[in-house]
């Protein structure tokens, strides 16, 4: 039986222990996957200077390419991951196998497709086209100085790809299920309301700024921003925190706040919906936003075809183009070029005991190895 190639890279991968943000170890180990295959590594770090700790920086990038002819056929990843955690019934970063089962924190998400990319390239002679890695140790953390930088480093080396594919964990059931041709935007915001701080007993002494916070929130609450579209479901508002913070009952306290989270499609932009939330808070409070990334759609195209065909083709399944989930750094590369995202399966991603099917890993081998090479022959 022929080895399993993108196993023992998955395996070399999750050993490295690489909590975001990742650096070292972790690109040292995938720079010596990539340099025998004939691809130029540059790796730099972004967000040194940045003096915002929010921004997670500093942050490690990779950028990896090979070949002088033709398209360029561009494959992104992170090789950062969550914590952890407790609990786990083998080490997280000491990869084990059990059964059918590869165990090891970053195994679906998203050190098993990388290792799966690596293999299927090793199958892919030199002179076949250009391939490229966009590999970030800041996917998902902050995301400020990983992929943008990473566009800006390709944008400086005039090596913008033609058609990008991010290894993102998209199955569900089964490998092949579903495929991501978009992600709806994000954006958060905070809320607060300031009163006068007072006793209970002598209100007009006072000002309570939570019947202001509850108005401002029940009238957010009762907006309906779409029904959704072809391809994108309803976009959403969420109310995920509120805080006061006063500890004793004979207290009108001075300060309420609270946060929103939307998720929105593409009939929305980040800055729009900011403004419409700004126009029911600022009479009444203030409103700070972050828009994480906007919505983006991969229209129906050669890309998006050719995954499902070559899916089909090794599975037996038709993926299902979606655009359900969180957002991903797709949303950056969406920008410069069409993406698709198609991995592994999602079930065991950011949980106890991370697993990835020793056979899944050989088949998504198999998979990239036909998409690229279908591409690049176009």
Known sequence: MPENRALIHATALIACESITPATGNVFDTLEAMLRPLGFAVERFIAGADDPDPAHGGPVENLFAIRGQNGRQFAFAGHVD????????????FAPEIRGDLLYGRG???MKGSIAAFVAAVENIAEDAGIISFIITGDEEGPAIHGTRALIEHMQARDSIPDLCLVGEPTSVNRLGDMM????????NMWITVTGAQGHVAYPHLADNPIPKLVAIL????????????EFFQPSNIEVTDIHVGNPATNVIPAKAEARLSI??????????LVERIRAI????????????????LTPPGELSETVAAVVAEVTGVTPEASTTGGTSD??????ICPVVEFGLCNATMHKLDEAVSVDDLETLTEIYRRVVLRVLST
Not at 263 to 272: A, V, Y
């Open 107 to 109: 195994a679906v998400d």
């Open 218 to 229: 029940s009238e957010i609450e009762a907006i309906t921003l779409d029904e959704g579209t």
């Open 180 to 187: 991501k041709v978009g992600r709806r935007g994000s954006v």
């Open 281 to 296: 808070v600022e009479p009444i409070g203030t409103l700070k936003a972050m828009i994480s990334g906007e919505a983006f």
């Open 330 to 335: 797709a949303r950056f590369l969406s920008k």
């Open 81 to 92: 991951v969550v914590p952890p955690g407790t609990g786990w019934h083998s080490e997280p």
């Open 263 to 272: 998720r929105f499609n593409d009939l929305h932009s980040g800055e729009q």
